[in-house]
């Protein structure tokens, strides 16, 4: 069974650090991994995807990467901004099937 | 495109009342997927439909729940009778597949749900 975990659940950083986000998965054998991030009290906004068959994604201060055979994502912010803070999920499509399954998130804050 | 069109935003009714969300997902977009999102459980997948057919209902939580696709631009989730533990927030996604390939999930903005 894929179970896909976050870490750090918090992190607090200042203004203009470069940061990295961690997602790890159980089974390696994936379609694809997407980042979403989640203001309080709203929807997800899709960041990035990234495809089995890729090794990273970019947009922007973003960029994504993807180890399968380690079951490891890290999503790297650089330069963050108050604007930045949120919470960030990674979710893993499982083989077989087209459904997510997510990680608990991590509540990234940026202080001004 | 207007993107994943959920309603109501907001739904404050009473336990046993019957509830029902409504989804339109994007158009050309063939899954369509029901999540639920609590604190305690974080982002569960109720069910999903692939072409308007539920694919699998197997995080559907009880028969109280029920869901619907009659066409590829509707669906609706129904709780008979609601229970306070039904709140929640309730979202739909929706995604395209082609051959193997999966292009990965657009969420509609929610229901948040309150049963008192």
């Given at each position: 069974k894929q179970e896909v975990t976050q870490i750090p659940a918090a992190l607090s950083v200042p203004e203009g650090e470069n940061l990295v986000l961690n997602c790890s998965f159980?089974?390696?054998?994936?379609y694809n991994l997407q980042w979403f991030r989640q203001d309080p009290g709203k929807g997800l906004t899709s960041l990035l995807l990234i495809q089995s068959s890729q090794r990273e994604q970019t947009s922007g201060r973003l960029n994504a990467s993807l180890d399968k055979s380690s079951g490891r994502s890290t999503l790297y912010i650089a330069a963050s901004q108050p604007g930045d803070s949120a919470t960030y999920l990674c979710a893993v499509m499982t083989p077989g099937t087209y459904k997510y399954i997510f990680g608990t998130g991590t509540r990234l804050k940026v202080l001004a | 495109d207007a993107g994943v069109i959920q309603s109501p935003r907001h739904e404050v009714t009473e336990m046993g009342q019957e509830v029902t969300l409504r989804c339109k997902p994007i158009s050309g977009h063939n899954s369509l997927f029901w999540y639920r999102q609590t604190m305690m459980r974080g982002l569960e997948l109720l069910i999903y439909f692939n072409n308007n057919v539920p694919?699998?209902?197997?995080?559907?939580?009880?028969?109280r729940f029920s869901a619907k696709m009659p066409n590829a631009s509707f669906s609706t989730l129904k709780i008979?009778?609601?229970?306070?533990?039904?709140s929640a927030v309730y979202f739909c996604a929706s995604s395209f597949t082609e051959l193997v390939t999966n292009y990965g999930y657009t969420f509609g903005s929610g229901t948040r749900l309150t049963v008192v």
């Open positions: 159980t089974d390696s054998a994936i | 694919i699998d209902d197997s995080g559907m939580p009880e028969d008979q009778p609601s229970e306070p533990r039904d």
